[in-house]
């Protein structure tokens, strides 16, 4: 049995999707953002030091970061269906795939909803993140180009991974600047099983 520690309003509703994908029996343990800081609660700190969501537990182990806990997932039980094969060409544009959506694409997403948040004159960090914002989204917009998904024409991790990057963009209004993340949006949308983590996220948010 897996424990997913999940946080109402965070990453860890791709792992609800990753773990209805796989079939696993799992359960769910959940988590309330503070209402004023939106901040997760401490009891988080006794899974995992850094008091974060998504963490699993699992065979003894406790697993944290949405890129490692999905690896990790999908090479223990599902190898060559939500991953090309290992050695392939495809299986090295999906790990860049995979960890790009923690990487070089969440940073100037977060660091422009931050800006905007705090509302503060900024001297350099509002320009940096608009540009970079910009640069990266244009890439995966480019890259999405003719493809119903990132990698080998099918449903892989690396897609799962990026559903958070992709609703960030919806819910901020820009997603129809950019066509072909609009319609990988469309696409990711209409699995049965994107549907059921919505479903279960909502279930979960007492906010």
């Known amino acids: 049995m ?44 006794a ?12 065979n003894q182990q406790v697993i944290a970061e949405s890129g490692a806990i999905t690896e990790y997932l ?3 039980h599902a190898a060559g269906v939500l991953a090309p094969e290992k050695g392939t060409a495809e299986y090295v544009e999906y790990l860049q795939w995979l ?11 977060l660091l422009r909803m931050f800006v905007a948040k705090d509302g503060c004159q900024t001297n350099f960090l509002e320009g940096y993140a608009a540009i970079e914002t ?22 892989t991790g690396a897609d799962i991974m990026m559903s958070f990057i992709v609703e960030l963009l919806s819910q901020s209004g820009e997603v129809q600047k950019y066509p072909h993340i609009a319609a990988y949006a469309e696409q990711l949308s209409k699995h049965d099983n994107s549907v059921k983590a919505t479903q279960l996220e909502q279930e979960y948010d007492k906010s």
């Open 99 to 109: 960890h790009f959506a923690e990487s070089s694409a969440i940073l100037p997403l």
């Open 134 to 155: 910009e640069k990266v989204l244009s890439y995966v917009n480019q890259s999405l180009e003719g493809k119903r998904y990132l990698v080998a024409d099918k449903l």
């Open 2 to 45: 897996i424990t997913l520690h999940h946080l109402n309003k965070s990453r860890s509703k791709r792992i609800i999707w990753l773990l209805e994908e796989l079939g696993l029996d799992y359960q769910i343990k959940a988590y309330q953002r503070d209402s004023q800081t939106f901040l997760a609660p401490p009891e988080l700190k």
């Open 47 to 58: 899974i995992h030091p850094l008091g974060k969501s998504p963490v699993i537990e699992y």
């Open 74 to 76: 999908i090479d223990t």
